[in-house]
């Protein structure tokens, strides 16, 4: 694996093999690697030629700076994990490098992807989203480029912001990685104590009860009937919402194909967020 730390050498290793055609296959990440992050590699290393992997605590997608402080950091483990998984190269670039002096702030209209859930309860989130994630394509130029749908409205994000910006780099969707218990991976996981991990597990219990509700009750009942599930926990509910696959509106009374509930809560003083797919999407 090749470390790279500069735009220079991005482009000194990626170039050629660009212009011989091969595949190259992104995963943008904060950094605090896990399995999910890993099934991401996978995923990118069976479609593609050649994978990169991006470590950036972004700082433009914080709106709290003590969560931006919070943030894990394990560059070196995180350095061994990708090199155990036959990544090809990582790019670990500086916010300055990413955000020069004469970078101008990309802008796109998110309409109600934006102003929903994650949008609504961390303001300026989806902008910094969209300036990295846009700037990150522009130097790596990727085939391909790899995301969680643990973070669902993200993906949403990122999809609309390709298509806006008419990007020729093709969304890769990869499935939620779990632990054992149920609880979806997350670099904020390291935040939590053993007894906090035990308690987080409610979360995809709560969508778990949702997904057989959804076969008796409408979605907002459903959706009332998971809220006061989930309060007679320890842990406190931001949202919990079930959404319309692809425009992320509520839904109320009908159900539709791909119906997501989507949940953020607090353990503690750890954020955690996850989402369930209620009414399975009819493949075309």
């Given at each position: ?44 290393k ?11 605590v ?7 700076t ?57 303001p ?12 990150l ?55 939590l104590?053993e ?52 425009t ?18 607090y ?18």
């Amino acid at each position: 694996m090749v470390n790279l730390y500069s735009i220079d050498a991005l482009k000194e290793n990626l170039e050629p093999l660009r212009n011989k055609g091969l595949k190259i296959g992104f995963v943008p990440t904060m950094g605090a690697l896990h399995d999910g992050h890993i099934a991401l590699v996978k995923a990118a290393k069976e479609e593609c030629d050649v994978v990169i992997v991006s470590i950036f605590v972004n700082p433009t997608q914080f709106n709290n700076t003590e969560d931006l402080k919070l943030y894990p950091r394990q560059e070196d483990k995180d350095l061994e994990l990708l090199t155990q998984n036959d990544c090809d190269f990582v790019y670990l670039p500086t916010a300055e490098e990413i955000y020069p002096p004469d970078y101008e702030e990309v802008k796109i209209d998110l309409d109600t992807i934006e102003n929903t859930m994650e949008g609504e309860h961390r303001p300026g989130h989806f902008n910094g989203v969209v300036n990295v994630v846009s700037r990150l394509f522009k130097i790596v130029q990727p085939t391909k480029a790899y995301f969680g749908r643990k973070d669902f409205q993200q993906v949403a994000v990122v999809k609309e912001m390709n298509r806006q910006l008419k990007l020729p780099v093709e969304i890769v969707t990869v499935e939620t990685k779990r632990d054992p218990s149920g609880l979806a991976m997350s670099s904020r996981n390291l935040r939590l104590s053993e007894q906090d991990l035990d308690k987080a597990v409610v979360i995809s219990q709560v969508l778990n009860k949702g997904k057989s509700w959804a076969n008796s009750y409408s979605p907002a009942v459903t959706r009332q009937k998971m809220i006061e599930y989930f309060e007679q926990t320890s842990l406190k509910l931001e949202y919990l919402q079930i959404v319309h696959p692809d425009t992320l509106n509520d839904l109320n009374q009908y159900w539709v194909s791909g119906a997501t509930a989507c949940i953020a809560a607090y353990c503690g003083d750890v954020r955690l967020i996850d989402n369930m797919e209620l009414i399975t999407k009819e493949e075309n």
